[in-house]
């Protein structure tokens, strides 16, 4: 039974006119009441949910952002309206921001920062940024969680998880894509993102990885100032990629920087499976040295290693124009829902999404968006792909966009082709490690001590005439019988069809021996005829199995 608590009914009626607002859209085609096939009117409604998410709270401001990932959920023109979701909020005013710093720290401000600016460099929904200088004169960016907000998404999720438990157990649509599984994915994200430990650790884990690329700064974490709810960084001086004037762009390597990016990321996915899964253009800066800084790590994404071996081999598709080879990849990625797919359509449908990739310019070509189209055949198909593998999409999107503005001419499925390879050995010599290799040895180790006293036996059975092999095959009594009868039949209808055209032929010989005005003789053997034919027909259509 479905429990709804009284003190969520605020969020409920909420909820509820939310869903009720856009149950007719094409948003909800299941219900088969959807509007006219119209791109305008598609449109605009996309753009009202974003309006309307917006109005609800940053809670749901997250959870459009995080929807603006799931390809296999919502068309196409809802992707694109909230993945251009802001978190529009005023600043927190200074006096909480100290009293949060300080209840985290156990310090006064005054005691643990040389200076700590009043202003800050950036607000969201769940928390804002000061710059501050530490005892010592090194120059950071505190991170600080908005008072309040870990309560309020809480409340906020314990209600959609409710009415999500009552949509599953009452509705067609949410036994089909089942909302209360989406909503729990959704809630692990958020609370991931809300404690700062855990970006610390993303943090160091990604700044490691990533080491061997020259000309990509992560900050590194002030581990002494940090806590759940605040972040102490290394402060990156630089330019937001989207506000970079045409001057700067014109006269930046930009075909060097978005390469070194784009292979870091495919690094992070193929061979590291931990990838930073939100570098849109708004994360990243040029810093006056000219290198790209990598900024909020909050959101992350993880591939195991089965992924990532079927990861290889899509990417390895998309950027060959191998139709083929990237369905198979995305089927075994996934996981079929119901028995069966129709495997020939599937692929038909990813041919010819992958094909279009060789039309298209270097300015259109976007590997993230072929990757999303990929995605939504995949549901369409009824294949089910994990939110990890629809959250890569989104991220290669990102890259798509920060590539463009870089270079327009950089050519991302060139850069899969010079380095998959590469990856895929690198990979491959990194899962090599020393227990992997000891769990190999020691199977290996097992498998020799006992290979002699086995073949032993064998030949002891062998010798003793005492080997037996069962094989399954067909039951030769029932095939031989099943001969028979066919023979059978054959035979009888042959000799029917003789008396049939014997009869004919007497027919025309004229005698005093006469049925019905015929000669006798002739529909003696009609009769005959006549009655074996219908006892055959009997036989094959009511007693055969």
Known sequence: MVKMAPTHLRRYKDVALLLYKYSRTDLFQESGEAIPDNDE???????ELAADLERLGPTFVKIGQLLSTRSDLLPPVYLDALSRLQDKVDPVPFEQIEE?????????????????????????SL??????????????????QRPGIRQQIVDDLESLAEIAEFVDARTDFGRKYETALIVEQFRSTLMRELDYQKESLHLGEIRKNLGEYKRLRIPAVIEDYSTSRVLTMEYLAGTKITSLSGAVLADLDGDVLAEELFQAYLKQILVDGFF???????????????????????????????????????????????????????MKIG???????????????????????????????????????????????????????????????????????????????????????VFASKRMKESLTSANLLGVL????????????????????????????????IDEHKLIQGLQKVANRITTGLILAALIVGSSLLARVETSFRILG??????????????????????IFWKDE
């Not at 009117?41 to 753009?47: D, N």
């Not at 002699?452 to 037996?468: G, H, Q, T």
């Open 335 to 421: 996981d079929a829902r119901g028995d069966t797919i129709d495997r020939g359509v599937f692929i038909n449908a990813i041919e010819e999404i992958v094909g279009s990739v060789k039309m298209r310019s270097l300015e259109n070509l976007q590997i993230g968006a072929v990757v999303l189209l990929v995605m939504r055949a995949c549901a369409e198909a009824g294949i089910r792909i994990p939110a990890e593998i629809s959250l890569l999409g989104k991220t290669l999107m990102n890259l798509d966009r920060v590539g463009i503005t870089l270079a327009p001419g950089f050519d991302p499925n060139e850069s899969i082709r010079r380095h998959i390879s």
């Open 442 to 473: 020691t199977e290996t180790k097992e498998f020799i001590g006992q290979l002699p006293s086995r073949m032993n036996r064998i030949i002891e059975l062998v010798a003793d005439n005492k080997l037996s092999v069962k094989v399954d095959s």
């Open 276 to 330: 930073h899964a939100d570098p849109h253009p708004g994360n990243l800066l040029l810093t006056p040295d000219r290198d790209i800084a990598i900024l909020d790590l909050g959101m992350i994404g993880r591939l195991n290693q089965r992924m990532r071996d079927q990861m290889v081999h899509l990417l390895a598709g998309i950027a060959d124009g191998d139709g083929v080879q990237t369905a198979e990849a995305a």
């Open 127 to 144: 928390g804002q940024v000061h710059r501050a200088t530490l005892r010592g004169g090194r120059s950071v960016a505190v991170k600080v």
């Open 100 to 124: 949060a710093v300080q209840n985290e720290l156990g310090v006064r401000i005054s005691k643990a920062f040389e200076s700590f600016d009043k202003n800050p460099l950036g607000a969201a």
């Open 41 to 47: 009117i598609k449109r605009s409604s996309a753009g």
């Open 518 to 539: 015929y000669p006798g003789l002739a529909m003696i053997f009609f009769t005959f005829a006549i009655i074996g034919s219908l006892a055959l027909m009997i036989q």
